[in-house]
């Protein structure tokens, strides 16, 4: 069974500093993981997702992780953070369900992202 | 871009109720689920549908069923309403092609049982 660690249910950056969220994956095959960003009453928007290829992937907004095997993580970062960046973040998995057809995602808790003016 | 609509954005009911959720998606995914959202909880699945009329359980299905009559629709409905229903459910779609397709969600149904 998959499953996913996020370090952190709140973080708190300053504007322009560096965004670090953390997420710890467990998988039994080859993950498929993916940063999703949630505002205020919306949905949630994809940021990132890592297939196979490059361990670095880079998404919207400037936001960047890194698959590390090793380390079972795959940590989302952005080099200076920005006042709208502040939102909860999800880390998942992808979870084959038996019997069907389709993937399913394993969610962590999520990270609120606080940014400090 | 991917559209998918839920119905309502709030919902009230009360507790006893049959209670329906509407989703619809316009790319001709073949992939829907639903999720509840609860704080501290991150995302639970708890139905999805591969194709019309197939439903697989998620990860808390108990006291939920779904629909999917059309390819586009898929319908979340709460049998008997109860108060520990009271949450935020969100819907979702995807291609099948398995290789790592994302999930594309809809904005949310607040949904409170008094």
């Known amino acids: 069974a998959q499953s996913v660690t996020q370090l952190g249910s709140h973080v708190s ?7 670090l969220l953390r997420c710890n994956y467990s998988s039994s095959v080859p993950p498929y993981l993916f940063w999703y960003v949630q505002y205020p009453n919306q949905g949630l928007q994809l940021l990132l997702k890592y297939t196979t290829g490059a361990t670095l992937v ?9 698959f590390k095997k090793s380390e079972t993580s ?32 394993t969610f962590g808790k999520g990270t609120h992202l606080i940014i400090q003016p | 871009d991917v559209k998918v609509t839920q119905s309502s954005r709030y919902l009230v009911k009360r507790t006893g109720e049959k209670v329906f959720l509407e ?8 992939n829907m689920f639903w999720y509840r959202q609860d704080p501290g909880l991150g995302l639970r699945l708890i139905y999805f549908s591969y194709d019309v009329k197939m439903k697989e ?32 459910y969100l819907c979702a779609s995807s291609p099948l092609d398995r290789a790592g397709q994302p ?12």
């Open chain 1, 58 to 66: 880079k998404g919207i907004n400037g936001f960047e992780a890194e």
């Open chain 1, 13 to 19: 950056v300053s504007e322009g500093a560096l965004v």
């Open chain 2, 23 to 30: 989703c619809v998606q316009d790319m001709d995914h073949e």
């Open chain 1, 74 to 105: 795959f940590h989302l970062t952005k080099p200076s953070a920005h006042m709208s960046d502040a939102a909860e973040y999800f880390c998942a998995v992808s979870a084959p369900y038996s019997g069907g057809g389709a993937d399913g995602l």
């Open chain 2, 103 to 114: 999930q594309h969600f809809g904005d949310g149904t607040r949904l409170s049982i008094l």
């Open chain 2, 57 to 88: 359980k998620g990860d808390i299905p108990e006291g939920y069923s779904v629909s999917r009559e059309k390819k586009e629709r898929f319908s979340l409905i709460l049998e008997s309403a109860s108060t520990n229903q009271t949450s935020m």
